[in-house]
Structure formats: C-alpha cells, structure tokens
C-alpha cells in the first residue's frame, strides 16, 4: 500500500457536528439520527449540497421509517448510491475479535457478502478507513490500494469511503464507488460521512434484532421441551428473561441409561448471544461427561477442563443434583452456585449446606465436592439461579431468605407459582431467571422404577 495513492478529504470534520441539541440542551439520543450538518451560507455549490442533504434527510426520517431493519438498511443503500451518483456501495463490519472487518451488506458488489470478504483492519482501503476513523478517498483502484480483487475485477476507478461509529467506537466502514474516472469531491465527503452515521445506526439495530432473535430461539431449544417420565418424581420449570435481554441462564433434567436421574441449574456470567451460546456447549458437554458414569463433582471437574480450554474468559456457575430410583437420596455439587432449597413435609423448608467451591472457568484444576442429601418421600427439592434472589440494595443471602420461605413440600408447579409471585411479583427481574423443582413421589409396587421409554 503506497499512501501516496490516497487522496484524504480535507476540511471535513469541522462541518460535521456529533451534537444533537434541541433548545439549547441535548437531546434523547436515537440510535438512528443523524447528526447535525452545517454548510455556511454563500458557500460554492451551497444550493446543491442543500438539494442532496434534503434528500438524505427525507430518506431518514420518512421514507424507511415504516421498513424493517433489514429492508431499512438495503433501501438505504440503493438510495445513497444515487445520490452520490455511484455504481457500487458496501458496508464491512467490524467482527468480534476487532482484527477483521467483513462484508455485510453491499448494492452492486453483492458478491463481496456471499464471498464472505474480510480485510485485516489497517490494511487497504476498508482497513485503513477503520485504523485511522478518517474518510478517504482514492482515484486509482488496484492491488496497492485495496486489498480486495473483486473492486478492480468490476473496473471500479473511484472510491470514497467513511468510519461508521457509534458510542464513538468504529463499528465498520461504508465505501461507495464508480466505474469512471470521476473523484469525489469533499461535498460528498461531507454527505457520505452523514450517510455513514445513519447506516451505522440501522447496522447496529439490525445487528442487534438478529443477535436477540438467534438468543431467544438457541435458547428455547435447549431449554427440556419437556420433563423425563419417571415412576416416583414430579417436575416444573420456569425461565424468565431479564427484560428483553436474553442471557445464558438454563435449567435441565434428563435421566441416564443406568437410570441416574441428574438435575442441573447454570448460569453464563453476561447476556446476548454469545452468553446463549457457551450454555448450549457447556450444557452438551456437561451431558456427554454425565453419560461417562461419573458423579456430580467430577462430571463439573471435566466440564470446567472443556470451559478453560474452549471457553476462556467465560465464568458459568452450575449445580448438579444426582439421583437413582427410588430417589430417597441425592448428591449435590456445586460450582460458585447458590444452595438448592429443601422442603419437606410438616417441616421448615432448608437451604442445602454444600461447598459452592468456585464457578467453572476461573482457577484452572480447581477440585470439586459433593454432599448427600436425604429426600423424603413428598419432599421437594428446588434449584435455582441467582437472578431469582439478588436484588440491587439487598444481600444475596437475604434474598435467599425468602426463597426458602416461599418453598414447601407441594406440587412442583404449585411451588414455581408460589416463589415467582412471592420474589418476582409485578418487578422486572434485574437478571435472568431459570428456576427447576422436584417432588419425590410414590412408586406404586407394580410400576418399574427405571424411566418409562
């Protein structure tokens, strides 16, 4: 790359204001507004770029606001092509580790998306946009300036690309381009980098309602569509998201060929789809280390060896409670998690004494244990995540407290019932909550005790 092939637009920021003022004090930040642009009066093609900033305007504020996010952003795209009088217009994002920045949505360079372009950030054209969060603009379109052969191989001659930022951090790069010999001017600069701030909005929302709908639906998939069949126990479960944040809370109950019945609470530390993501794996791979015949505190051992290996920087709380028919007794093991409640009939509901011992994925080969724990026939067994018992202002401990007043020896969806009314009521909850119960039952002398098939 050879710096002397670009020509960077000059004179640009100063006309471009980041503030959104309404009578003299700031307004309520929209995550698609634009910002303000101020051509000063008099100023050569004033009138113009007055005529091409009404119609970008127009385009933001009416026009698109009825589409999608998806639709919203494509017609953006058309319609910034023609008013820059462009052949070719692309958005690249920045991906998650930062180094690359990939293609995400383009009209006329619609193969840069199905190709899955990246270009390393600061090298090229796109990457140098991002590296240096400045616009510019190039009069000469090969292998020195651009990384990327498919803008040379259409016969692309002029190129004028823009950071897109939001939270003053770049989130990617939107670059227009024509096929002739016709630079861009710094008027266009101007109206581009306008552009680049209205499609970084619509990029983030779109982003964003995508991430939240993968969430929701990898979520509700590994969630049990339904409860094991087995002589001797009942079940109910509850997940409440924390507002419309999906996060990596899960409960899970399944039974093993030699009958072990194993319940399981945990939660991912975070939310979004990344949070949803490492549950799925860390409750597969809690599954598959289960099926080894281990008991809890070693099958935790192995899943936090996968955690730091595959999952680094992630912290997962979980605990397990492991049975065999009739299910008079279990054995609980914990990693950083609360302790289940206990309640039995004509008794005071307990919390469970159990070593909590540290969530998976912080101290490399941390050893685990486990404690037994009677079940009397009608008692209940309640796991639980955090987010049913913390609440800002107030000990977790205390919010333990009630929990375990709220509990008593009854049906399992009773008891759901009962401890969401009591702790979650008509709140919003401040974190997800995932929320597993289990009555032990009688096993009528002609009924097997192994899972029914």
Known sequence: MKSSRYDYARSVTPSISGERRQNGTDAVSDPLALPTVRIAAGAPGAASISDRLA?????????????GVDDLLAEMLDRIRVILDADTVAVLLLDETGDHLTAHAAVGLEEEVRQGVRVPLGAGFAGAIAARRQPIAINHVDSETVTNPILWERGIQSMLGAPMLRDEQVIGVLHVGRMRKQPFTDDETQLLMVAADRVAGAATAQHLAAEAAAAELLERSLLPSHFPAVAGAQFAGR??????MIGGDWYDAFVLPDGALWLVVGDVVGHGLRSAVVMGRVRSALRAYALLGEGPARVLELTDRKVHHFEMGNMITVLCAVSRPPYDRFEISSAGHPAPILAAPDQEPILVGIDTAVPLGVLPDSPRTSVSVDLPLGAVLMLYTDGLVERRGTSIFDGMELAREAVHADHP????RTVMQRLVGHTVPADDIALLVMRRTAIAQDQPAAPSR
């Open 55 to 67: 119609k970008l305007l127009a385009i933001t504020d009416t026009a698109l606001n009825r589409l």
């Open 239 to 244: 997940y409440a998201a924390a507002g419309r």
């Open 413 to 416: 969806e009773v008891v759901c």
